[in-house]
């Protein structure tokens, strides 16, 4: 017969605030007690509903584009990174800008500018839309091609294909990335890439975490917002390996039905969700055992940015 609740819920380590979240959402605070409210930040700081509603409550004005930001006032680019152009258009405005870019993805604008510097086609790997991958084609329009997939990996052209690299979004999928890496390969053996690998510590060790709850649990649960990219990655990595796998923002989110039957649920949480989030899931879930399981140990942190360090 099939147990009405879970007994037991595994915890993947790491999870949940990456050091480049945490930065982002310390810099607006920060922003805040020293300029005072209201501090306009462009775009969602981090993609979590929770971690932005915090912040509007405190004071911070989220906007769309730089149009809506009064001039002379202070406002925050956010993790995920802008174009060129949308730096530009703050210092025309006579913005005060305060970058909240991971430095991880800063890395990989530095790397679109070499790359295209020394006369290649840039093949981004990543999703369209996404702001990240907005900010990174900016950096050199006119040299970068999106790929979004394997499909699309078969089927892109470039000028020259002795002068062709590939950059990827800081957080895609690992193991569907070096498949299209692979392809690429395949098609431009002179390809180069980065050093080593875009694909982010923060994202990599959230996956290798899952991979090793998920083949052990009934379902898998992934705290996160729908327009989070690495969250949403995520609950796909557990659908592949064959587990029953949701996003939800909080708690409230969850559906008894996909209870039905479940012992073992594994659990854990994408870079931009607040770790108190999980914890309300787990007393959600009622009494269980809660065993969690650590993959790796993260000790990364990033300093603030002169304009806002203490
Ligand atoms: O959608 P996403 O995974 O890129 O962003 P999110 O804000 O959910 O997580 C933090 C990741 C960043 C800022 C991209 F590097
Ligand atoms: Fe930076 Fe990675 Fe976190 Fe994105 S997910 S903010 S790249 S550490």
């Given at each position: 017969m099939s147990s009405p609740v879970p007994h037991t819920v595994l915890l993947a380590a790491p999870?949940?605030?990456c050091a480049g979240v945490e930065r982002a959402i310390e810099i607006v605070e920060h922003a805040l007690r020293r300029h005072g409210a209201p501090v306009y930040v462009r775009k969602q700081i981090v993609h979590n509903t929770h971690v932005v509603a915090e912040l509007e409550e405190r004071g911070a004005v989220f906007v769309e584009e730089l149009d809506e930001v009064p001039a002379g006032a202070t406002v925050v680019f956010s993790a995920h990174g802008v174009s060129p152009a949308v730096r530009a258009d703050g210092e025309h405005r006579g913005l005060d800008v305060i970058d909240a870019t991971c430095p991880l993805v800063t890395k990989v604008h530095t790397e679109a500018r070499r790359f295209a510097a020394r006369g290649d086609t840039v093949l981004l790997i990543g999703h369209g839309g996404h702001e990240e991958v907005e900010g990174t084609l900016g950096e050199a329009p006119e040299r970068t091609v999106l790929v979004e997939d394997v499909a699309a990996a078969h089927s892109v052209e470039v000028p020259d294909p002795e002068r062709v690299s590939y950059l990827t979004q800081t957080t895609l999928a690992v193991d569907e990335t070096v498949e299209i890496v692979s392809v690429l390969r395949q098609r431009f053996p002179a390809l180069r890439g980065p050093?080593?690998?875009?694909?982010c510590y923060a994202t990599t060790n959230r996956q290798e975490a899952l991979s090793a709850v998920a083949r052990e649990a009934d379902l898998v649960l992934v705290v996160g917002s729908a327009n989070s990219s690495n969250s949403v990655r995520l609950v796909e990595l557990a659908r592949r390996g064959g587990t029953p796998a949701y996003l939800v923002?909080?708690?409230?989110?969850?559906?008894?039905?996909?209870?039905?039957?479940?012992?073992v649920v594994g659990l854990t949480a994408g870079a931009s969700a607040p770790p108190r989030l999980v914890d309300e899931v787990i007393a959600a879930l009622g009494p269980v055992e809660v065993v969690e399981r650590t993959t790796a140990t993260e000790t990364v942190h990033f300093t603030l940015p002169l304009a806002v360090r203490p």
């Open positions: 999870r949940s605030f050093a080593s690998d875009d694909i923002d909080d708690a409230s989110a969850i559906r008894a039905e996909w209870l039905d039957g479940v012992s």
